[in-house]
Nanobody
Framework: VQLQASGGGLVQPGGSLRLSCAAS????????IGWFRQAPGKEREGVSC????????TYVDSVKGRFTISRDNVKDTVYLEMTSLKPENTAIYYC????????????????WGQGTQVTVSS
């Protein structure tokens, strides 16, 4: 499956962005879809995940209450709504498809999108 992440850009602190993840071939449903991010000089980390039953997990404490993951099974798209953005949220954000269960571990995901750059700066 080929995943396509989109929706990144340059935003001021306090602003919002909505990232989208869609499959250009294959499907996202009913698999678990995770959002990861990689900031310059840092390891890629799991941010949030949603499974086929619409259960969600957020793995980064600092984004809880600000980032919301959701999926539209009709459009076969997963979203990451990011609000109250901070400069430390600057990173390349990737979506990935795993099995049926969510995980913050990179190795449990076998299909990755190309990433979309999110830059939070004034």
């Amino acid at each position: 499956v080929q995943l396509q992440a989109s929706g990144g850009g340059l935003v001021q602190p306090g602003g919002s962005l909505r990232l989208s993840c869609a499959a250009s071939s294959g499907t996202l449903a009913p698999y678990a879809i995770g959002w990861f991010r990689q900031a310059p000089g840092k390891e890629r980390e799991g941010v949030s995940c949603i499974d086929g039953g619409q259960n969600t997990w957020t793995y980064v404490d600092s984004v809880k209450g600000r980032f919301t993951i959701s999926r539209d099974n009709v459009k076969d798209t997963v979203y990451l709504e990011m609000t109250s953005l901070k400069p430390e949220n600057t990173a390349i954000y990737y979506c990935a498809r795993g099995s049926y269960r969510c995980s913050a571990t990179r190795s449990t995901y076998n299909s990755w999108g190309q990433g979309t750059q999110v830059t939070v700066s004034s």
